[in-house]
């Protein structure tokens, strides 16, 4: 009997740790359109792009040795208007270079674009063809990416940074990595 | 009502046409490009999600089809030329996720699902199978005289 009652609850039992689940997976907050990248813990790839408007452009070689933040970007980037003004103090709030890369941009538009909005980089790299961008496994821009002193990627930030994400993500993180 | 049919049809043969892999990223070499369209049907354009690389008009794809044609033409086998984007993107650009422990689940769940819902209905079934028909009890004697009656009337 006790057997029998069992089963007739088994339908509610397996509601309730389905539900569950969803709740969980609602509260959560997690975007499943933001992936995990392959490229974590893996050396930055290898690149050497020439820079806008006659400027020295950016190689691999400056990556590595101190933790670094590479971000991608572009001028016809809507959400990198966004985080732009962010990143304008990011490298003195971090105490790490800043370098940008511009993907799959030109290099006069990409010049026009902090020209007109200020220049948050160290450096800049031009990407035009994109496969820089590709290498380290960029969907979209804005992206960034925090290396490490080993040259290896950390972290990699998909979208528009807000002052949330680098308080509580970036801010820590280059604090751990530059302590170890 | 011809003419409808007919534009209906021309539409038709144009979607079938109409794909994003663009004729300038195509390969001269018919075996190639074959090769190539087989596998971008199973990569998954990483800005639309839901699409292959092959299907995508996002230009992250067509970057993809053209690298993925570059390793095909540098001697790339099929699994190589794959593995190169998997090493960029991880295992979420295969269309079709591959057999490993992690995947167990997606692969196989619903296959249990289905064989533990057929189990429990033979049990179910079995236990509330009907029991073989009872042979009528016999007449008693009133009765079979009755019916005797009944009978012989009808004759009669």
């Known amino acids: 009997m006790t057997m029998k009652r069992l089963l007739f ?6 509601f309730a740790v389905l539900a569950g689940y969803f709740w969980l997976a609602l509260e959560s907050g997690r975007d499943p359109h933001e992936l995990p990248s392959a490229m974590i813990d893996k050396p930055a790839p290898d690149f050497s792009l020439a820079g806008v408007d006659g400027t020295a452009g950016l190689d ?3 990556l590595g040795g101190g933790v670094t933040i590479v971000n991608f970007f572009a001028s016809w980037c809507i959400p990198c208007r966004l985080e732009h ?3 304008m103090d990011l490298g003195k709030r971090l105490g790490v270079p800043v370098y940008g890369i511009a993907w799959q941009d030109k290099a006069g538009d990409a010049t026009q674009f902090l020209k ?7 450096s800049v790299g031009l990407d035009e063809s994109g496969r820089v961008g590709i290498n380290f496994g960029v969907y979209g821009v804005p992206e960034t990416y925090v290396v490490d002193k080993e040259g290896r990627i950390r972290l990699r930030h998909v979208g528009p940074l807000t002052a949330e994400d680098v308080a509580k993500e970036l801010v ?3 604090r751990e990595l530059g302590q170890s | 009502m011809t003419r409808i049919l007919a534009a209906a049809l021309v539409f038709l043969a144009l979607a079938g046409v109409a794909r994003a892999v663009e004729p300038d990223e195509m390969l001269a070499n018919p075996a190639l490009e074959a090769r190539a369209r087989a596998i971008g049907k199973e990569l998954r354009c990483l800005v639309c999600q839901n699409e292959s690389i092959d299907d995508s008009n996002a230009t992250l794809a067509h970057d993809l089809r053209v690298i993925l044609r570059e ?3 540098a001697g790339d086998t099929d699994q190589q030329a794959i593995q190169y984007i998997v090493d960029r993107y991880g295992q979420f650009v295969l269309l079709k996720p591959p057999v490993e422990p992690a995947t167990y689940a997606l692969w196989f769940g619903p296959a249990c699902l289905l064989l533990l819902a057929g189990v429990g209905t033979v049990l179910y079934l079995r236990r509330h199978r009907p029991g073989p028909a ?3 009890l016999p007449l ?8 005797a009656e009944l009978l012989g009337e009808g004759e009669g």
């Open chain 1, 9 to 14: 609850a088994l339908p509610l039992l397996l």
């Open chain 1, 116 to 122: 007109q909005l200020g220049d948050p980089y160290r």
């Open chain 2, 134 to 136: 009872e042979a009528p």
């Open chain 2, 71 to 73: 390793r095909l033409v």
């Open chain 1, 60 to 62: 691999r070689k400056e």
């Open chain 1, 172 to 174: 820590p993180l280059v």
């Open chain 2, 140 to 147: 008693d004697p009133g009765e079979a005289r009755r019916v």
């Open chain 1, 85 to 87: 003004p962010l990143l």
